[in-house]
């Protein structure tokens, strides 16, 4: 779809849209004042290893030996699978254009991953992160899951290794560590968006089925007070969630249908498919669904042709470039969902500069100059490692402005800056990009 987009400060420029995020679109609509501003995704043990592009294996002394290991943290079991391929893919990507560019301090990177599974298997998401940190990680990139971070960040900080999440955005991780980083916005940049969404949608009675995780709640809670502030009522869901093993929705479809809402939001991974058989057989509307990054996805396998057409979903963060995805299918021909993968990719080649700039391939040197290569300090802007790389050795000071087009960490090391996708599903039931709403991200 072609459309104006028209940007925080008022100015029009035109974008093309796609299937999923473009980094180039900010803002389709001027929206309330007060949230414009708005600076006031979650089983077996087996796990995978993999090297980098210098063909050799981790061995477990990597940062003592100066040798720059990257370890990824990926779902690829479970309900939230169909987010890995991708994001290991995009681990490998980074690692490949590091090392073509000359590596980490002269010497080509190496990377590991883990399959987390999701919160469900808690036990995993322990061993996963036990798995990676036995390779003596540089950096731990990931989990997505806001609900698999809470499960695993202990052990990694504990172990002295930067953990940067690519998709975690539960708004109680903003400054939880001096350790902890994430290259996506927290649930206030998304919740905050979506409920003025759904206001200007002139939505007045708001329900809102959400499963019982991390993630789920803290977004409800923001979307709650969002459209609560606008004016809208939310008639089921402020405070009703459902457990994530749930099978069975009939009651709760029931339930939210005697509610007569005029809209319903669902937050949820896998289990939407279940969820939205069940609204559609209570007689919910099904065009009028509102839905987040866990499920903003292609549902042209899961329901009957048109059911979602015309539903929104939002899912924070940059949309990939066609040259981006292309490149990330180049490493794994099978990637067909790219959620997180260029905040996987930014988090990688952050913590690849950030060695690089401290001399050292540590966790504590790399978690120190995190910031730095971000652009807290301003420098010259640089959008690939090379070229960033060409401004450290000339001993400047730069901002890494990557595929996901992030703003520099801020003092909570959430991006100060972030974009939010809005999608519309399609008549094959597929979310096709509309446009992007970037703003400001709070501090604590």
Do not use: W
């Amino acid at each position: 779809m072609n459309g104006n987009i028209i940007n925080i400060n008022g100015t029009t420029s035109h974008g093309t849209g796609c299937n999923r995020r473009n980094t180039a679109t900010v803002v389709a609509a001027a929206i309330a004042a007060g949230v414009l501003a708005l600076s006031g995704c979650g089983s077996s043990n087996a796990t995978a290893s993999d090297s980098g592009t210098s063909g050799s294996t981790s061995t477990g002394t990597s940062s003592s030996s100066g040798t720059f290991t990257a370890a990824g943290l990926f779902p690829q079991t479970g309900s939230m699978a169909y987010i890995g391929p991708s994001n290991v893919a995009s681990l490998k990507l980074a690692a490949k254009d590091i090392n073509a560019a000359g590596g980490v301090l002269g010497k080509d990177i190496e990377t590991v991953t883990a399959d987390t599974s999701d919160a469900d298997h808690a036990d995993q998401n322990s061993s996963a992160a036990q798995s990676v940190l036995s390779k003596n990680p540089s950096v731990v990139v990931g989990p997505p899951s806001s609900s698999v971070v809470k499960n695993s960040y202990k052990q990694v900080v504990a172990a002295g290794v930067p953990m940067i999440s690519n998709g975690a955005t539960s708004t109680a991780f903003s400054g939880m560590d001096d350790l902890f980083f994430r290259t996506i916005p927290p649930d206030t940049v998304q919740g905050a968006v979506l409920g003025q969404i759904i206001a200007q949608d002139g939505v007045q009675n708001l329900a809102i089925a959400v499963f019982n995780d991390e993630y789920g709640t803290s977004l409800r809670d923001v979307v709650v007070k969002t459209v609560e502030d606008a004016g809208l009522n939310v008639v089921y869901g402020a405070k009703d969630t459902f457990d994530p093993t749930e099978t069975n929705f009939s009651s709760i479809a029931t339930a939210i249908k005697a509610a007569k809402p005029d809209a319903v939001l669902v937050i949820a991974f896998d289990q939407t498919k279940s969820l939205v058989k069940a609204l559609k057989s209570a007689g919910i509307d099904t065009h009028k669904l509102y839905m987040t990054d866990g499920n903003t996805v292609d549902h042209s396998a899961d329901f009957d042709a048109g059911l979602l057409e015309g539903s929104t979903g939002t899912i924070p963060g940059a949309h990939p470039t066609e040259e981006f995805q292309g490149k990330v299918k180049a490493i794994d021909p099978k990637v067909v969902d790219f959620t997180y993968a260029a905040e996987t990719y930014d988090a990688t080649v952050l913590a690849a500069l950030a060695a690089q700039k401290g001399g050292a391939t540590d966790g504590a040197t790399v978690a120190k100059n995190l910031p730095a290569v971000s652009g807290v300090n301003g420098g010259e802007e640089c959008s690939s490692y090379a070229d960033c790389l060409a401004l450290l050795k000339d001993g400047k000071d730069i901002k890494y402005k990557g595929q996901a087009g992030i703003g520099p960490f801020n003092d909570d090391h959430d991006p100060s800056t972030a974009a939010i996708g809005v999608y519309k599903f399609d008549k094959d039931n597929k979310p096709v990009f509309d446009h992007a709403q970037e703003g400001a991200v709070p501090t604590k």
